[in-house]
């Protein structure tokens, strides 16, 4: 008997081993590309944007996920608001994706206006009894949790966004990034899978030998594994990363900055982590010298050796010091495709090339999403061979991969998967 597309995808999730990469239908699979945007992407939260999208009264940035759409934008009131980019009259698309600025919204197709609000208040030939107010902009459930915005499509958002956002609030509260501009916004699609962008990107296994302007600033998080599964030399390793981490976090809590690592994966239904990790060299950010990009620092900061306050999510990580914050969401384009948009943020007030250099700011990252995008392809072909067989995660730098992994699976069993 034939499977239905969604016994495929149960069958495969099934088959997924515990500390080891998923089965290759799942990061090839059309059907396993649309049960992820049915669970992941339309019932999850997801980071879209970032408040500085939307700087001023009437701007407005739409955001395709998927072959879903929404509009985010700041109404006359100055409040960051957001509606499914969808018509109420037949459905049309209202605004394309990307930034522009209006009074109203306006349908291209038979001029329905909306406020920006999202009151409907013009349909024309709707005849006199027409109710108006049946008919205004869907709200789509929105938190901006220091300054980035998360969106669940779903009418029933998962609660647990809370928990994120008061771990998040004190420690981003700072750096103000509301306050901030898009410095640099890049596009790059990457030739994989969205969970092997998402899996490449909870390692840095990969980094020494393929980051070299990554490396300069990076050290590596400090991960919570277990020491008795590890061997001598990485015991070793990891008892002094340990120890740095420890006297480092602890001197950054005294001087009242939360650092220790937070974590929320497995079992939970919002996925993140969150840590203050540590600026190796010069100390002080992702650049390529590892000092401060911009002149202007971020919010109330007066320090700029206050590490990088590193923060994953279900489709996003992001890096926040004391200059500037690198922004990074993805949006899966097939099963076989990914959009990584990254938005590097200084302070409103700055000024390029009086307090910052476009170079210097962006380099570090530009090079390493390009070299990321390399690694994703070259994953992603090797689980389209018939050669493929899920691998094992390492239990010291890839334990990060299999809570992913074990938390994406338990995600699709929790909905009918
Ligand atoms: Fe928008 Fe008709 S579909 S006005
Ligand atoms: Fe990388």
């Known amino acids: 008997m034939l499977q239905s597309p969604k016994d495929e995808?149960?069958?495969?999730?099934?088959?997924?081993?515990?500390?080891?990469?998923?089965?290759?239908?799942?990061?090839?699979?059309?059907?396993?590309?649309e049960a992820d945007l049915d669970v992941i992407f339309h019932r999850h939260w997801i980071a879209v944007a970032v408040e500085a999208d939307v700087p001023e009264e009437g701007d407005v940035y739409g955001v395709?996920?998927?072959?879903?759409?929404?509009?985010?934008?700041?109404?006359d009131a100055g409040t960051v608001r957001a509606f499914h980019n969808?018509?109420?009259?037949?459905?049309?698309?209202?605004?394309?994706?990307?930034?522009?600025?209006?009074?109203?919204?306006?349908?291209?197709?038979?001029?329905?206006?909306?406020?920006?609000?999202?009151?409907?208040?013009?349909?024309?030939?709707?005849?006199?009894?027409f109710r108006y107010d049946l008919h205004h902009l869907r709200p789509v459930n929105m938190r901006s949790i220091g300054g980035i915005l998360y969106v669940?499509?779903?009418?029933?958002?998962?609660?647990?966004?809370?928990?994120?956002?008061?771990?998040?609030?004190?420690?981003?509260a700072p750096y103000d990034l509301a306050n901030t501009k898009v410095a640099y916004e890049s596009e790059l699609v990457e030739e994989g899978n969205w969970k092997l962008t998402m899996e490449n990107n909870?390692?840095?296994?990969?980094?020494?030998?393929?980051?070299?302007?990554?490396?300069?600033?990076f050290i590596d998080l400090d991960f919570g594994f277990d020491p008795d599964q590890l061997s001598d030399e990485d015991r070793e390793e990891a008892a002094t990363h340990g120890k740095m981490y420890e006297e480092r976090t602890n001197a950054w809590e005294r001087d009242g900055y939360p650092s220790r690592a937070i974590e929320h994966t497995v079992g939970k239904e919002t996925n993140f982590r969150t840590q203050r990790l540590i600026i190796a060299g010069a100390g002080e950010s992702q650049t390529p010298d590892a000092l401060a990009a911009s002149k202007k620092l971020l919010g109330t900061m007066t320090r700029k050796d206050t590490g990088d306050i590193h923060l994953w999510g279900n489709n996003s990580w992001n890096h926040v010091m004391a200059d500037h914050a690198v922004i990074?969401?993805?949006?899966?384009?097939?099963?076989?495709?990914?959009?990584?948009?990254?938005?590097?943020?200084?302070?409103?007030?700055a000024v390029e090339s009086v307090?910052?250099?476009?170079?210097?700011?962006?380099?570090?990252?530009?090079?390493?999403?390009?070299q990321d995008a390399a690694l994703v392809a070259r994953a992603h072909a090797g689980a389209h061979s018939v050669g493929y067989r899920p691998g094992p995660y390492s239990k010291f730098t890839e334990g990060a991969l299999d809570d992913f992994s074990t938390w994406y699976v338990e995600r699709m069993n929790a909905h009918g998967y």
């Open 202 to 217: 909870r390692e840095c296994y990969h980094c020494a030998s393929n980051h070299p302007e990554l490396c300069v600033s």
């Open 152 to 172: 669940c499509l779903a009418d029933e958002a998962p609660s647990d966004i809370e928990t994120l956002a008061e771990i998040m609030a004190p420690r981003l």
């Open 64 to 75: 395709d996920i998927g072959r879903s759409s929404i509009v985010i934008l700041r109404d």
């Open 355 to 370: 307090d910052y250099d476009l170079e210097h700011l962006t380099s570090v990252w530009k090079a390493t999403n390009a």
């Open 9 to 33: 995808v149960s069958a495969l999730l099934r088959a997924r081993q515990t500390g080891h990469s998923l089965p290759a239908g799942l990061y090839t699979r059309p059907e396993a590309y």
């Open 328 to 349: 990074f969401t993805i949006f899966p384009l097939s099963a076989d495709q990914t959009l990584v948009r990254t938005k590097w943020l200084v302070h409103k007030d």
């Open 86 to 129: 969808v018509c109420s009259h037949r459905g049309a698309k209202l605004v394309d994706a990307g930034h522009s600025t209006i009074g109203k919204l306006v349908c291209p197709y038979h001029q329905w206006i909306y406020e920006l609000d999202g009151e409907l208040i013009e349909a024309p030939h709707m005849g006199k009894d």
